[in-house]
């Protein structure tokens, strides 16, 4: 079945540049997404990308898709304090009309 | 534009009691979906909704959760009895549920967090 792994756990310095990294297992994933979640709140789309891009950026987001070795990455460039919260990657299951299956989420830390 | 609503915020049950919650969608919004997040684990899909027609509810334990959205727009989730593995944050969340496909934001209410001791 489906499945989505994420590292755990992130410390980053204020103002350094976040990595978070996922891998998927389904190939027929058309969409791609990061969601942010902060303490006690529900999820907060932070960007998509459709399989067939390789890359997109949003302001101090950028996503990479390597769909070959089907790893994901969000980068938050110049990371704040107000990043701190828990980053899920999610994919699409194409025969489950738009359901989204989840990692178990990265906890980014940023330090000052 | 009102975002997704859910009430109660918190509960706390005892084992074997029963519990139901609270969905206000997104207004016009189609597709409704239940979502259990257990702690340090991702949203997992319970149930979904398009219209008031159930379109998946294959991860639903059907023995003790029940859902339902009779009229196309609120929805409840109900547990019972409840057991203690249930203790989890029960997200709410809503898309457009456009016909033909394409990508699809769904937007999350705050969550219900669910206590069972």
């Known amino acids: 079945g489906e499945d989505v792994e994420q590292s755990l756990f992130l410390s980053v310095r204020e103002g350094d540049s976040s990595v978070i990294n996922c891998t998927y297992t389904d190939s027929s994933s058309t969409y791609l997404y990061w969601y942010k979640q902060e303490p006690g709140a529900g999820l907060q789309l932070l960007t998509y990308i459709f399989s067939n891009m390789d890359m997109k950026q949003d302001q101090r987001l950028t996503v990479l898709l390597n769909k070959k070795d089907k790893h994901l990455s969000l980068r938050i460039a110049d990371t704040q304090t107000g990043d701190s919260a828990i980053y899920f990657c999610a994919e699409t299951d194409l025969g489950g009309y738009n359901k989204l299956i989840f990692g178990a989420g990265t906890r980014l830390a940023v330090h000052p | 534009e009102a975002g997704v609503a859910q009430s109660p915020r918190y509960k706390i049950i005892e084992k074997r009691q029963s519990v139901a919650f609270w969905c206000n969608p997104i207004?016009?919004?189609?597709?409704l979906y239940w979502y259990q997040q257990i702690l340090g684990q991702g949203p997992k899909l319970l149930i979904q909704f398009q219209n008031n027609g159930v379109v998946d509810d294959s991860q639903l334990p059907k023995d003790r959760f029940s859902a339902e959205r009779l009229k196309g727009v609120d929805s409840t989730l109900k547990i019972q009895p409840a057991k203690l593995e249930d203790s989890a944050v029960y997200l709410c969340a809503s898309s457009l549920g456009l016909a033909g496909g394409g990508q699809e934001t769904q937007y999350f209410g705050p969550g219900t967090r669910l206590l069972v001791l």
């Open positions: 207004s016009g919004h189609a597709t």
